[in-house]
């Protein structure tokens, strides 16, 4: 092979190897250019369930178990049965929708009106007897 003929092989290496890169470029420009809307990935999820019990039962009970009762293992899921940090109404609220530790925020996933009704069904419920219901305008002022 002559000295010329190499280097000509190696500049058609080069450009095939740049144009390879340019499509998948291309390709990667394309997938980028699809709407938002037809993406897999939703732009967040919210959960459907209206009343506090169909909402503690799919939302809270995983933690906090059936009972109210929590659980302590691999984390430590604190009881709500009974739970004089009930008492004050707003405190619940801020905790469901800002999280507190290991305990996640769920404001974005919860209208104000879920968010009251899962706070009122568990302040009167698991031996809690809290009647002084909470209202979606507490739960709006409790939002960051
Ligand atoms: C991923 C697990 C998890 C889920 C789901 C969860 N919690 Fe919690 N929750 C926790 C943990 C952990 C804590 C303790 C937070 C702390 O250390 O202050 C907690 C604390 C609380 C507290 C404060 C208790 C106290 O005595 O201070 C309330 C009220 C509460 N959760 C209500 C709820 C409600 C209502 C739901 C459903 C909307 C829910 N939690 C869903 C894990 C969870």
Known sequence: ????NCKLRTALAIAIAVVL?????????????VPASTLALSTGFK???????????????????????????AGTYPSLAGNRNLEA??????????????????????????????????RTHFDNNYQDAVTAEDVKIVRR
Request: net charge negative; charged share 10%; aromatic share 8%.
């Open 47 to 73: 959960f459907v369930e209206m009343s506090g019990e169909e909402l503690f039962v799919n939302v809270c009970r995983g933690c906090h178990m059936s009972d109210g009762k929590g659980a302590a293992g």
């Open 1 to 4: 092979m002559t000295h010329a």
């Open 21 to 33: 890169s340019l499509s998948s470029c291309m390709a990667y420009a394309q997938s980028a250019a």
């Open 89 to 122: 109404s707003g405190y619940p609220v801020h905790v469901v929708v800002n999280g507190q530790r290991g305990m996640p925020p769920f404001g974005a996933m919860m209208s104000d009106d879920q968010v009251a009704a899962v706070v009122n069904y568990l």
